[in-house]
């Protein structure tokens, strides 16, 4: 599992206000265990400028920059065409001044000048020989100087560092609402509008004093466009508000805030901040230098990184991640569920409402091993892809139809499905538990039919109940005593709560249970994108971040995580290798997600994978042919000789030919050793359709 040491620090973020020392009280928001950060007070975060020119693009604060690189000429360049024009400049003056072109550029000054002046000597002539020189030589010094970029020199040379990082080149962010105007949003003006002036009113004293974070305002606001939708919430929403200020409307888990951030958030426009984009020349210009964030825009076509351990994929991305969806739980905006092994450092069990620890009898939550169904075909459908859908020869169809077999006649005799020691006696043919489950089910002619002809099925050539037998077996250990139980005794978690703002994190048992924990990681997957497609409420978006997904994924799975992105659903899976995933599911994978993310120190191999699904572009080349130059002149040669004497080199002349070709975005090669330690590159799809081509990122927190 790929652990990368990650670190509680909480670093300044956006939004946040910092909170008063003194005693808590319960119109405050709880107290933090850190030490108050600097940043910008809530208004102020509130009023900054955000705008977006492609998926990915941290809003806060982005200034858009042209589309294509302007041409610019090098320095050097300008210095020497500006010495050569003021060379011809002062030649051409110098042959003025002596004569050598004749008197005509002193006629203008004779035509208007009267004779007597010239003749008598007086000082008016040589005021108006002196003028007559100036103009002169303003002539040609504007003409020299636009002819050399003279101007287009001085701007450059003249301009300091410091006023180069005052003013850039690309425009200026616009500016953001005027503070305490009347599009200010820490004035709350869509309530004031609603006719809510004494709410918006409570909410600016709590802003305004401290008392309301970027968590409770994204949360009420997220509780007004409910109201918007249904008028009949308004008067229970601002009697809220008058009675708990910041606080109304909370979670039901009463947080306000996480215990701790160790990535940078933007809750307005539901973004965290993974890195910067690199200012070269791999990348489009347009996005050179610019800040790269994920929300659930793109989360919502399913994200897939892959890279070896300890290149920062649980640090950098899956805990960035589940933190940034933890935080729009809490603002009633997502429901996010983390699976990793045991001592992911996916965050503290503070920031969770449930921790599923499978394996630990410490637990306080079990895992409902059937998903919460009540239908037995469908419960049979999830356990048989979870037991038996990475066994190669077996029909997974064939079963779940072995499943649904003995699962309905269970449940129909004692409204329950099986634990899983009860599973592996019926699949086993245990006779005791055969001959009780037929008595228990006395008259139901239907359901002694479904057992009867799982008997006959019984150790046939094709049957897959040994193998789902062998599968169950991995469960019905002592280390899972107590756990998958369907008694009513334990406290089990289903994914059927997508429906809520949830916030869940399952830890496997990886280290002791490999098989056992892939088994329960494919059956969460194939639960996730049934629970996810079956939620009547859409509204919430929900959210499963795999910090492993080795040897998870199967056919079905794949086609359900293509299926996500309708259901405003998502799935992070991050993997140490493509190798980690059948052949045949390799490419549809790919396909099936809409982001791709591959870390420096992949294979060549996995490399080729991610080329393919990047495709090509066209670039200009410019291919630069050398011929020499062969004298026929006697002086010539002797020239060429001199001067091949001189630089070591032939005379030749360069043939330049620019053609349109078409080449691979990043070759297998160049994501196999061009791309530096503790970066990434990463293409992004929108749910929408928008595309970013694969932008070569420096992940957030790499020096």
């Not at 920059?65 to 302007?70: K, L, Q, T, V």
């Not at 940034?324 to 992911?344: D, I």
């Not at 996995?606 to 670039?619: M, N, P, Q, S, Y």
């Amino acid at each position: 599992m790929d652990t990368d040491g990650t670190h509680e620090t909480r670093p300044p973020r956006a939004g946040h206000v910092p909170r008063p020392a003194s005693p808590p009280s319960p119109g405050l928001p709880p107290k933090p265990s850190h030490a108050p950060t600097a940043g910008p007070t809530l208004g102020d975060w509130l009023r900054h400028p955000r705008s977006s020119d492609g998926p990915g693009v941290w809003t806060y604060g982005h200034v858009p920059r042209a589309a294509e690189e302007p041409e610019e000429t090098p320095t050097r360049q300008l210095i020497s065409g500006a010495l050569i024009s003021l060379l011809a400049g002062l030649l051409l003056w110098s042959l003025l001044w002596n004569g050598y072109l004749g008197k005509y550029w002193l006629w203008p000054m004779y035509m208007f000048t009267p004779d007597s002046w010239a003749h008598s000597g007086s000082y008016k002539a040589v005021w108006v020989a002196n003028i007559w020189y100036a103009i002169v030589v303003a002539i040609l010094a504007v003409f020299f100087g636009r002819l050399g970029r003279w101007p287009e020199l001085g701007r450059r040379m003249l301009r300091s560092r410091a006023l180069r990082a005052v003013q850039p080149a690309h425009p200026a962010a616009p500016a953001g609402p005027a503070a305490g105007g009347p599009d200010d949003p820490a004035r709350w003006p869509q309530l004031r509008a609603a006719g809510l002036g004494e709410v918006a009113e409570r909410l600016e004293v709590e802003a305004g004093g401290g008392r309301m974070n970027d968590v409770d305002y994204a949360r009420i606001r997220r509780a007004w466009d409910s109201v918007r939708v249904d008028p009949s919430r308004m008067r229970a929403f601002a009697d809220a508000v008058r009675d708990k200020g910041a606080g109304a409307c909370v979670h039901p888990s009463g947080a306000r805030d996480l215990p701790v951030r160790a990535a940078r958030h933007d809750l307005l426009a539901r973004q965290v901040l993974l890195g910067t984009v690199e200012d070269g020349a791999r990348n489009p210009y347009s996005r050179r230098g610019t800040a790269l964030a994920l929300d659930p825009d793109v989360l919502g076509t399913s994200l897939l990184a892959v890279g070896p351990s300890g290149t920062g994929k649980t640090r950098q991305l899956v805990r960035p991640v589940v933190e940034s969806l933890s935080l729009q739980a809490l603002a009633g905006q997502a429901a996010v569920v983390a699976v990793g092994a045991a001592g992911a450092q996916l965050g503290p069990d503070a920031a969770f409402d449930v921790v599923v620890r499978v394996g630990d009898p410490a637990s306080v939550y079990d895992l409902d091993l059937y998903g919460g169904a009540t239908d037995p075909d469908e419960a049979a459908t999830l356990l048989a892809e979870a037991f038996v859908g990475d066994v190669p020869g077996v029909d997974v169809r064939r079963a779940a139809t072995a499943l649904a077999q003995l699962l309905g006649p269970f449940r129909a005799a004692y409204d329950r499905f099986p634990t899983v020691p009860e599973l592996r006696e019926l699949l086993d043919q245990v006779p005791t538990a055969f001959d009780a489950l037929r008595r228990d089910l006395a008259g139901q002619h239907a359901m002694l039919r479904e057992l009867d002809a799982r008997a006959r099925q019984h150790s046939a050539p094709a049957d897959p109940g040994p193998a789902l037998a062998d599968r169950v077996a991995l469960l019905d250990r002592p280390a899972f005593a107590g756990f998958f139980d369907t008694t009513g005794q334990g406290r089990p978690f289903s994914l059927r709560a997508l429906e809520h703002p949830i916030r869940v994190r399952v830890d496997l048992p990886e280290r002791g249970h490999a098989d056992a924990s892939r088994m329960l990681a494919r059956l969460l997957l194939a639960q996730f994108n049934a629970a996810a497609a079956a939620r009547t409420d859409r509204s919430l978006f929900a959210f499963l971040a795999f910090d492993d997904a080795s040897h998870t994924l199967t056919a079905e799975t794949v086609r359900g995580v293509q299926r996500l992105r309708s259901a405003h659903a998502g799935v992070l899976l991050t993997l140490r290798t493509l190798d980690d995933v059948p052949e045949a599911l390799r490419t549809p994978l790919l396909g099936a997600v809409g982001c791709r993310m591959a870390f420096s120190g992949v294979t060549t191999w996995d490399g080729k994978r991610f080329a393919e699904a990047w495709g090509t572009e066209w670039v200009e080349t410019r291919d630069v042919t050398h011929r020499t130059v062969f004298a026929d002149q006697p002086l010539t040669r002797l020239m060429h000789s001199f001067r091949k004497l001189v630089t070591g080199k032939a005379v030749t002349t360069d043939a330049v030919t620019v053609r349109q070709v078409e080449r691979e975005r990043w070759s297998a090669s160049d994501l196999a050793h061009a791309v530096p330690p503790g970066h990434a590159v990463l293409s992004l799809t929108s749910v929408r359709g928008e595309r970013a081509a694969p932008l070569l990122v420096r992940l957030a927190g790499t020096s």
